[in-house]
């Protein structure tokens, strides 16, 4: 009904129109803006670019005096002490580098796992089969159910991207550290020998900063890698189930290796993630400027170190935090743009076939 | 069942002297059979009990975070949080309303800024599709995507604090900005591009001009895909602590003073609220951090909601 209605109103307002007024060529007025508007879409676009470059520059040219200053030691030597003027943020590199990677072993391996079961319409299936089992298959009210089902553990996952990471470092600094302590203090005690388990746990530490971390990044991986598996051709599958091939011959055979690339380049975006995520760690991961395997001990990463100096930086100290913002930004730079030309390259393939 | 089926199987094809060789010659047919002794099939079906077990253990830190925001922040939940100011080391009650305006100005004061400039280059994006700088913008976002949020602090430390010499809001707005800009302009393309090539075409045809096309066709078309990119980048945003440490800074106090709001001082928001008080080893600061918690979670799953339900309306509609 509304819709005719709706319909009966512009069929009225058309008949009222004065031909003339509308069939003409657009004015002056029209011409200049629509160029205007080209040209400001234009700007804005190239502006996107620029800003990359400004970001980069103004970081860069603030850290002249400390490149000046401490050259390339900077980078490799390990004391961090403002009142002697000595810097070093070799523990930071290594600190950043090491809760990312193993961030990123436990994160890919849950994250694949979840793409799996998302993309592999497990639920659904398990779904469709409970309401078979009471006959209650194919009504319109419940039908939808299988595919409402995924969707919302689909966008639970995602939501798990969306807690903010200051509140995960509350949660790991008030509920997860005196989880895991006494277990942690257990392993140091019977393997202590083990480089991993070298010291006890005696507050914030590497291992409860991983953790936290790889919750964090579980979400990128599963989303890129969902994405990739989904846009394995369907004929594939088909082909190996035809072959007799079971449903995991199937995956570990067909499907990962053909959205391994995809796949690949949502773990190296998890890993550029994990790279520049500054608050669970400042929180969690000790500030404690070593350099160290175990995964007890407390350490200190590049991000970490900046959020905690530069609040209450002093002008002497701004060249030298900014050195090592230009270490993090190469880092994380070059693993980002490793990652999207990754995922670039497999989206072209994909395409191609 | 399967050794009845086998056994048919293998009396319909009568052995023969033809120098063809029967290819179901050496099968074994009992390893074919999908039953739980085969290893084969056992390893499959164990390992999708396992994947949908990970897939499982990997919410439980998402509920058990919010069992214990709600557990820990919802004690302190009432009306003073809202309207009191943050409370000095070893006093009591207190809220923290000064944060949560402060959070939606900057969150806002970022919008204006990245909202405008996110749609019109996801325009660019979508209608000069396969240029060269087409191409470039695209990389530049997802590389952007991923770019850690406390360097876009240290980048508005170096543009905004140390050139207007101090910590305000408006550096807080601008790193956040430089946050929100990826998500809008690759959503906004994205949400532009699945607009139906005829309705752009006929737009054209009947004369209309590109920027009409976009204004009256295309834009009021991809709304809801927009709007979703806008909500996430919001939700992303407001949660965003690194960048404000050392850009917003934090205040115990309101920000309008004599009835006059000042931008350029430096202003609290949620997130840093929660970061600083989550370190005091006073009981009613950790206290005031897990609400602050509570309610900046609140505010970031709205958002979140929000946009998720804007992006499949063909589902929610039915």
């Known amino acids: 009904m509304a819709s005719i209605s709706r319909r009966a109103r512009v069929r009225a307002e058309v008949a009222s129109w004065n031909p003339g007024q509308i069939w003409q060529p657009p004015t002056r007025a029209q011409r200049w803006y629509d160029g205007a508007f080209r040209r400001l879409c234009f700007t804005f676009a190239a502006f996107t670019i620029l800003l990359i470059a400004w970001l980069v520059l103004e970081i860069a040219f603030r850290a002249v005096p400390a490149f000046r200053q401490y050259g390339l030691g900077f980078i490799y030597s390990t004391t961090w002490d403002p009142n002697k003027a000595q810097y070093g943020i070799l523990p930071e590199i290594w600190g950043t580098l090491y809760t990312s990677l193993l961030a990123v072993v436990i994160g890919s391996a849950f994250g694949v796992a979840a793409a799996i079961f998302l993309s592999e319409r497990y639920l659904g299936e398990a779904v469709f089969k409970g309401l078979k089992f009471f006959n209650l298959h194919l009504h319109p009210i419940w039908g939808k159910l299988p595919d409402r089902l995924e969707l919302l553990l689909k966008n639970l996952i995602e939501l798990l991207a969306a807690v903010p990471s200051v509140v995960y470092g509350l949660w790991g600094l008030f509920v997860i550290i005196p989880m895991i302590r006494p277990a942690c203090n257990w392993l140091h005690e019977q393997f202590g020998w083990f480089p991993l388990f070298s010291t006890t746990l005696s507050g914030p530490g590497v291992l409860p900063a991983v953790f936290v971390l790889s919750i964090m990044i579980l979400p990128t991986i599963t989303a890129i890698s969902r994405d990739a598996l989904v846009s394995v051709p369907p004929k594939l599958r088909m082909a190996a189930y035809g072959l007799g091939a079971t449903r995991w011959e199937t995956i570990l055979g067909v499907l990962l290796p053909t959205a391994s690339r995809g796949i690949f380049g949502g773990i190296v975006l998890g890993f550029g993630r994990a790279l520049g995520e500054t608050m669970a760690l400042a929180m969690l991961v000790g500030n404690a400027n070593r350099l160290t395997v175990s995964l007890f001990s407390p350490a200190n990463t590049l991000a970490a170190l900046l959020a905690n100096n530069f609040p209450e930086a002093s002008p002497k100290d701004i060249p030298v935090l900014m050195y090592a913002a230009v270490v993090l930004l190469a880092i994380t730079l070059v693993v980002n743009i490793f990652g999207a030309l990754v995922l670039e390259r497999a989206a072209g393939k994909a395409e191609a076939k | ?318």
């Open chain 2, 1 to 318: 069942m399967s050794e009845n089926s086998i056994s048919s199987k293998q009396e319909l094809i009568p052995a023969q002297d033809s120098p063809v060789p029967d290819p179901l010659e050496g099968v074994n047919f009992g390893e074919l059979e999908l039953s739980l002794y085969r290893p084969r099939t056992l390893f499959s079906v164990i390992l999708s009990w396992v994947v949908a077990a990970m897939t499982f253990l990997a919410l439980i830190p998402l509920f058990a975070v919010l069992w214990m925001l709600i557990w820990r922040g919802g004690q302190r939940l009432s009306v003073a949080l809202f309207t009191q100011l943050p409370p000095a080391p070893l006093e009591q009650g207190g809220g923290f309303g000064n944060a949560i305006i402060g959070t939606l100005i900057m969150v806002g004061l970022a919008g204006l800024i990245s909202v405008p400039v996110g749609i019109l280059t996801g325009v660019f994006l979508a209608q000069a599709k396969d240029s060269k700088l087409a191409g470039t913008v695209r990389f530049a976002a997802k590389v952007l995507t991923g770019f850690p949020s406390i360097l876009a602090g240290v980048f508005a430390y170096g543009a905004v604090v140390l050139a207007t010499g101090g910590f305000s809001a408006v550096a807080g707005a601008i790193a956040l900005s430089i946050l929100m800009l990826p998500t809008i302009i690759l959503t906004s393309e994205s949400a532009i591009a699945m607009v139906p090539a005829k309705m752009k075409e006929a737009s054209i045809g009947m004369g209309a001009t590109g920027a009409q096309t976009v204004w009256m066709v295309l834009l009021p078309t991809a709304m809801p895909g927009i709007l979703t990119g806008i909500m996430l980048a919001v939700a992303r945003a407001a949660g965003e602590t690194a960048p404000l440490l050392f850009t917003a800074l934090f205040s115990n106090y309101w920000l309008a003073s004599n009835g006059r709001v000042d931008l350029m001082q430096p202003t609290a928001s949620l997130a840093v609220l929660i970061y600083n008080f989550s370190g005091m080893p006073f009981a009613n600061q950790v206290e005031l951090a897990w609400a602050g918690a509570l309610v900046l979670v609140l505010i970031v799953l709205i958002f979140n909601l929000i946009g998720q339900s804007l992006s499949h309306p063909q589902i929610h509609q039915q």
